[in-house]
């Protein structure tokens, strides 16, 4: 979720221009992972080019990187929706391709209708509905929303019931999922009001608003970047052990959290020791 004022400033360019730098990182130290998985799959060697080319637009070369490409479509759609519609068409517009891209979830309350028949043909070309178009908009739309209007009173009178009603809905619809499961399970429509009163409520309340967390929010880009690499070694190193895949599970969860949090430990205190001799050089200079 993103303030609807970063889009009216210059400071778009720079936040946008970070984002890529960050991602083109991450893909290149994740380019090995991506070769070794696309030459395990029954295709063709000489197409590796163009499926790093599409990974690296559309799904990420590892499987987390996905969102990175999204966010940056889905905050260029609501760009245009909120400068040139203004927020209400924007609300529909998002809204209307989140619902579509839900059909992947409710795949099986949909069988054999227009609308699966049409979810069958895009998913040959695009593989999943979880992407910039169709899941990321209404979220960063939500952003701008909470920012512009956020002393209406359909944000600040009964913040804690909004909270208890859209987390019922969730439990139920997350119900109606689990029972009828559908081809994937990335979008609940209980999950938008969920996201928007959960966030208007966390941003509203005093708890915590004296403590410290930069280092968290820190820690917390690592460990997505990072746990990938360890559930991978994991597993890899666990492949011939006599073990159930629900053990195997538990040890590969713990493993990748401990790992992660020292690796991410060790790169932060690098960084701040990097950052101290660059300062002190240019006292000294």
Request: aromatic share 20%.
């Amino acid at each position: 979720m993103l303030k609807s004022s970063l889009a009216k400033k210059k400071s778009m360019r720079t936040y946008v221009s970070r984002i890529l730098k960050q991602y083109i990182f991450w893909s290149i130290l994740y380019l090995p992972y991506a070769l070794i998985y696309f030459w395990s799959l029954p295709v063709e060697k000489y197409y590796a080019p163009l499926a790093l080319i599409a990974g690296f637009l559309y799904i990420g070369l590892c499987y987390q990187l996905w969102y990175i490409p999204a966010f940056l479509l889905g905050l260029w759609i609501v760009h245009h929706l909120y400068k040139k519609l203004g927020p209400k068409w924007a609300v529909v517009v998002s809204l209307l391709l989140y619902l579509l891209g839900s059909i992947e979830t409710y795949y099986t309350y949909f069988a054999n209708t227009w609308a699966t028949h049409l979810y069958d043909d895009y998913s040959r070309i695009f593989f999943s509905t979880r992407n910039g178009l169709f899941y990321v908009p209404i979220f960063i739309l939500f952003g701008y929303l909470l920012y512009d209007y956020w002393n209406s009173n359909f944000f600040k009178k009964d913040v804690g019931k909004k909270i208890l009603l859209a987390s019922i809905l969730l439990a139920l619809d997350g119900w109606l999922v689990f029972v009828n499961q559908g081809i994937d399970k990335n979008f609940f429509l209980a999950l938008l009001p969920f996201s928007l009163f959960l966030v208007n409520g966390v941003l509203r309340t005093e708890i915590g608003k004296k403590w410290n967390l930069y280092h968290l929010k820190e820690l917390s880009v690592l460990y997505f970047f990072l746990h990938p690499i360890f559930i991978e070694s994991s597993f890899y190193l666990l492949r011939e052990t006599n073990v159930s895949k629900w053990h195997k599970g538990q040890i590969v969860f713990v493993l990748t959290i401990v790992l992660t949090h020292l690796t991410s430990e060790i790169i932060l205190k690098f960084r701040k020791s990097v950052f101290a001799r660059q300062k002190n050089r240019n006292k000294t200079v």
